[in-house]
């Protein structure tokens, strides 16, 4: 159902993008391109940016993770928890995209290959994130990952 939700909420925000893509300035598109590039590069040093990764993911957030073909769902709570945690990543290469769907709605895609160092193996991670500006600030209101192995 949460897929199904995420692609139903996808394909909308296309076709809301293509008709409000006019009426955007290139300063708010550059805006919101780098709100997004800041969350991701930050995410990618690990958990020592967790004040900052949970000032940006919303307390209400819908989240899913696909880890190696297990799904998981995860409050704000545990992600606030599991942050510290996090690896840093050592980045082979990136696929990404930023749209801003209207001046409050916006959209990002992140596809990347990584070395886990702790772990000794790379992992294609993929992400796709849905942000909603509130009270003038961008914030993730539902982020979908999948986590794969790239290389044996």
């Given at each position: 159902m949460k897929t199904l939700f995420f692609c139903f909420t996808f394909f909308m925000g296309i076709a809301a993008s293509s008709y409000c893509q006019d009426s955007l300035t290139d300063a708010e598109k550059q805006e919101f391109a780098k709100v997004a590039q800041t969350f991701q590069e930050k995410y990618m040093d690990g958990g020592e940016n967790c004040d900052y990764l949970m000032k940006v993911?919303?307390?209400?957030?819908?989240?899913?993770?696909?880890?190696?073909?297990?799904?998981?769902?995860?409050?704000?709570?545990?992600?606030?928890?599991?942050?510290?945690?996090?690896?840093?990543?050592?980045?082979?290469?990136?696929?990404?995209?930023?749209?801003?769907?209207?001046?409050?709605?916006?959209?990002?895609?992140v596809s990347q290959l990584y070395l886990r160092k702790s772990l000794g193996d790379t992992v294609r991670e993929t992400s796709a994130r849905i942000w909603k500006k509130k009270d003038g600030v961008w914030k993730i209101i539902q982020l979908n990952n999948s986590l794969n192995k790239a290389c044996d």
């Amino acid at each position: 159902m949460k897929t199904l939700f995420f692609c139903f909420t996808f394909f909308m925000g296309i076709a809301a993008s293509s008709y409000c893509q006019d009426s955007l300035t290139d300063a708010e598109k550059q805006e919101f391109a780098k709100v997004a590039q800041t969350f991701q590069e930050k995410y990618m040093d690990g958990g020592e940016n967790c004040d900052y990764l949970m000032k940006v993911i919303d307390e209400n957030v819908v989240l899913s993770e696909i880890q190696f073909t297990k799904e998981l769902s995860m409050t704000h709570e545990m992600l606030v928890q599991f942050c510290p945690h996090l690896p840093k990543k050592e980045v082979v290469s990136t696929v990404s995209e930023q749209r801003l769907l209207t001046a409050d709605m916006a959209f990002d895609y992140v596809s990347q290959l990584y070395l886990r160092k702790s772990l000794g193996d790379t992992v294609r991670e993929t992400s796709a994130r849905i942000w909603k500006k509130k009270d003038g600030v961008w914030k993730i209101i539902q982020l979908n990952n999948s986590l794969n192995k790239a290389c044996d």
